[in-house]
């Protein structure tokens, strides 16, 4: 192997786990299409044990135009991953035929689907990783490499995700009793009651406020009839003493008068007594 840059070293030697993670999941798979009796989920498998023999190939020949081995990798410890995927891969496979026999075959599905769906993870992650770093670095090739390989690997998480809710319903179906179990008409009387338990409360809620309400706005009418009478009797003695008022000038109108009138009469009483006494006077003069 030549002597490469920081920057193909660094390529070269995450490409290698990439390499040695495909190998470890091409095993898995392989063991686990071998237990496995659900047909649909065996063909995706399939489907899939095939995408990671090409990544695999793809990785390689990638590995190889940088200058390095998935073989032997840049150093020891690309060579020491390698040796140790290939280690991981056969434990897992043996662990997997191990549980197939000590478990019911739907569990074994679930239980392999769980662990797939972590290894599609790790993937994803680590395509992701190498994908950032060659177009930070200006590797064009490697960046659309990895690219494409993540998307194959998201698809299949999604599918596994997926799955798994399909496999815990054959869990229950293949290990729970009927009577134990929330049937669909169950779950709908369960809504249906919850429902109207919330509807009940509301229209608790609703006559409850109705009464404030109510008693608040009678509080406020009597209030405001108080008032009303307050005013009332205000107006009342207002208008009592109005008339008051206008009897008393009336009253004083008609005093005025007669004391004119008296004034008037007293006055020609005094003219006439002085006029009668010119009158004599006048007559003894003669």
Do not use: C
């Amino acid at each position: 192997m030549a002597d490469l840059n920081e920057r193909d070293a660094k390529l070269v030697q995450w490409l290698t786990e990439a390499h040695t993670k495909e190998s470890e999941l091409e095993a898995d798979l392989t063991a686990h299409i071998g237990l496995t009796q659900k047909q649909s989920y065996k063909n995706r498998l399939r489907k899939h044990l095939t995408e990671t023999r090409d990544h695999k190939r793809r990785v390689a020949s990638r590995v190889k135009q940088l200058g390095g081995s998935v073989d032997s990798g840049p150093s020891v410890t690309g060579a020491v991953t390698g040796v140790a995927g290939k280690t991981v891969a056969a434990v897992k496979g043996q662990v997997g035929v191990m549980r197939a026999v000590v478990t019911e075959q739907a569990e074994t599905h679930l239980r392999n689907a769980q662990e797939e769906l972590r290894e599609e993870h790790v993937e994803i992650a680590m395509y992701k990783r190498i994908e950032t770093f060659a177009t930070e670095v200006g590797d064009r090739d490697t960046a659309r490499l990895a690219k494409a390989i993540r998307r194959d690997e998201e698809r299949m998480a999604k599918f596994l995700d997926a799955e798994m809710l399909r496999l815990v319903k054959d869990v229950v179906r293949a290990e729970v009793p009927r009577q134990q179990r929330q049937t669909r008409s169950s779950r709908s009387s369960t809504r249906r009651s919850g429902s109207s338990s919330r509807s009940s409360s509301s229209g608790r809620s609703s006559s409850s406020s109705g009464r404030s309400s109510s008693g608040r706005s009678s509080a406020s009418a009597s209030r405001s009839g108080s008032s009303s009478g307050r005013s009332a009797s205000s107006s009342s003695r207002s208008g009592s003493s109005g008339r008051s008022g206008s009897s008393s000038g009336r009253s004083g109108s008609s005093s005025g008068r007669s004391s004119s009138s008296s004034r008037s009469k007293s006055s020609g009483r005094s003219s006439s007594g002085s006029t009668g006494q010119r009158r004599r006077t006048t007559s003894s003069a003669r």
